[in-house]
């Protein structure tokens, strides 16, 4: 267990800091701030279960999608749920999905689960597509709220929660302990009497619905959704390497590398007007990270960093089926 | 070479803590448990020796419920448990270790330890880990990776684990291979002071000296089979055991 101390005061100078923005950057600072904690939000969700549990989810996206179209058909005619009520009918609508797909999937070694998120999420793209009331390739409107300080302190919220979430149970408490030890080895883990399935379908429910969240507000904020712009395949993949890049497995890893590839998005694009720099940028850093940073950014910070055996490693072993029971 | 059913010393055959009977498993055409019968007495250190690919570990595999039985019983404290999952049986208080150590590697030496309490044993696990880490001199390198131990270490962290366990029974498969004489001083005190406690102990070695110190009863097994069972001397009397599972003509 690592000092309480340290995180806690991390967190109360980002809050601080996060309450004075509005009043220290204009609207358009504001709003990259707000995509900036979003991604942020969302490379920790996918660090939950990519990094404490080693499982690779390539289809985050869809529960990041099914929370944003929950709301935009909560909020739309003929409901008209006000926009806080929809977020637990995203949650109810994403933890049952996640359920359906992880119980069968995470019992088994190997590339199942992966292929069958990766999976997930290309059927809902295509059910959005073809589905009225989804509204199909033209997608769904919502109310506009015109009101950027409103989003920026709800995505502020959803952030700091999901971070303190991230600490308390990954980092603090025995359930945490009992992720990690199955991430490194399943078999003993089952044989400290740690239910496996049990604790993985958990991680992965938390995982999903936390990229719900997100989504519902994200849905709300751009007012506009189609399938692309929530289930699409590139959402999975920046998660991906935000969390690569800041450090897998790790608590501030996740939030550094979201925020700061985001930031670098928006710097391109202000600059060259397109985002097809940025794309070359995460193939370059997937590479980088591979070759030289196997436990990221926040693994330079660490007082002792993985050397022999890294969490990539132990994610990439679970990935091809070679994982630790092999061995024995 | 005698029947393949085992003795047990009287004072511990009437309420043995685990009993095999009739154990079958095979993978292929290879027989790893071809018809197992065995029992390991309470507060009993029961050794377990024989050749490479006589189905030792797999046996202690099919007991810990990592791997299921074709067929057969297995009855851990009055339960019946083949074939139950792994964590089941772990919660009734069974605890094992692996040939090769199955570590928590990137986790911190005191984070393994806790971990092993993580499910059903979290009351007062952090004294226990501190206890532990002095009992198995680990106290230096508490806040080390695991990956980071030498071999040796290693195997004293995972004995540490099943010693968080509070278990009943613990199976030890090779738990001193290769280490340090220090190292497995350490263990086998560690050993003895758990078993005054009343815990039961089945143990895979191949060291002979270990197993003549420390084992009350040997079972030894062969291409899936227990052969024969008993005190030290009465293997190591026994020629064609010793000429075809040893080695060594006595």
């Not at chain 2, 050993?191 to 143990?203: C, D, P, Q, V």
Request: aromatic share 10%.
């Amino acid at each position: 267990m690592k000092s309480h101390w340290a995180d806690l005061i991390i967190l109360v100078v980002v809050v601080v800091v996060l309450a004075l923005l509005p009043v220290l950057v204009n609207n358009y600072w504001l709003r990259i701030a707000t995509g900036a904690l979003m991604w942020a939000g969302l490379a920790c969700s996918w660090n939950m279960l990519g990094g404490y549990a080693g499982y690779i989810n390539f289809g985050q996206s869809a529960f990041f999608g099914l929370g944003a179209y929950t709301t935009a058909l909560l909020m739309g005619d003929p409901i008209n749920l006000p926009f806080f009520a929809t977020i637990p009918a995203g949650i109810a609508v994403t933890a049952i999905c996640a359920i359906i797909i992880g119980a069968p999937t995470l019992r088994l070694r190997g590339a199942y689960f992966a292929i069958a998120t990766w999976a997930f999420a290309e059927a809902l793209t295509q059910f959005a597509n073809v589905m009225d009331f989804t509204g199909g390739i033209g997608g769904l409107n919502l109310p506009p709220f015109l009101n950027e300080r409103f989003f920026y302190f709800t995505m502020s919220g959803a952030a700091v929660l999901t971070y303190l979430v991230t600490w308390a149970l990954f980092e603090h408490s025995r359930f945490g302990l009992k992720v990690k030890a199955l991430r490194d080895h399943e078999p003993a883990a089952e044989a400290m009497g740690i239910n496996t399935s049990l604790v993985k379908l958990q991680t992965f429910v938390l995982s999903a619905v936390t990229a719900a969240v997100f989504g519902a507000i994200f849905a709300y904020w751009v007012t506009f959704i189609n399938p692309k712009s929530v289930f699409g395949g590139d959402i999975t993949d920046q998660m991906v390497v935000m969390v690569l890049l800041g450090g897998l497995g790790s608590l501030r890893g996740p939030a550094i590398g979201g925020i700061g590839l985001f930031v670098v998005s928006r710097l391109i694009w202000m600059r060259w007007g397109d985002t097809a720099f940025y794309i070359a940028i995460l193939g370059a850093a997937i590479v980088l990270v591979v070759l030289f940073l196997p436990n990221g950014i926040a693994g330079l910070f660490a007082r002792r960093p993985a050397k022999s055996v890294t969490v990539l490693d132990k994610a990439a072993g679970k990935l091809a089926g070679t994982g630790e029971g092999g061995r024995n | 070479m005698n029947t393949a059913t085992t003795s047990s010393p009287p004072s511990q055959s009437s309420d043995p803590i685990l009993t095999v009977r009739d154990l079958f498993r095979q993978f292929g055409g290879i027989k790893a448990a071809d018809g197992v019968n065995l029992e390991v007495g309470r507060c009993e250190i029961a050794g377990l020796i024989g050749p490479n690919g006589s189905g030792k570990s797999t046996l202690f595999s099919l007991v810990a419920g990592t791997v299921k039985p074709d067929s057969g019983q297995i009855r851990f404290d009055g339960r019946e448990i083949a074939g139950m999952n792994a964590h089941r049986i772990a919660r009734l208080g069974l605890a094992r270790t692996f040939q090769i150590p199955a570590m928590f590697d990137n986790m911190t030496v005191t984070e393994n330890l806790l971990a092993a309490a993580a499910q059903g044993h979290w009351h007062g696990a952090k004294d226990r880990a501190a206890e532990t880490l002095s009992l198995l001199k680990l106290d230096q390198v508490a806040q080390n990776r695991a990956s980071d131990l030498s071999g040796g270490q290693q195997k004293l962290l995972e004995f540490g684990r099943v010693v968080m366990r509070q278990a009943s029974l613990i199976l030890l498969d090779e738990v001193t291979a290769g280490v340090h004489p220090n190292i497995r001083k350490i263990i086998l005190d560690a050993i003895a002071r758990l078993r005054e406690r009343g815990i039961s102990f089945f143990i895979i070695e191949h060291d002979m000296e270990m197993v003549r110190n420390v084992c009350d009863r040997i079972i030894v097994m062969d291409a899936g089979r227990v052969v024969t069972s008993g005190a030290f001397e009465d293997i190591v009397r026994d020629s064609e055991v010793m000429q075809t599972y040893l080695g060594r003509p006595q």
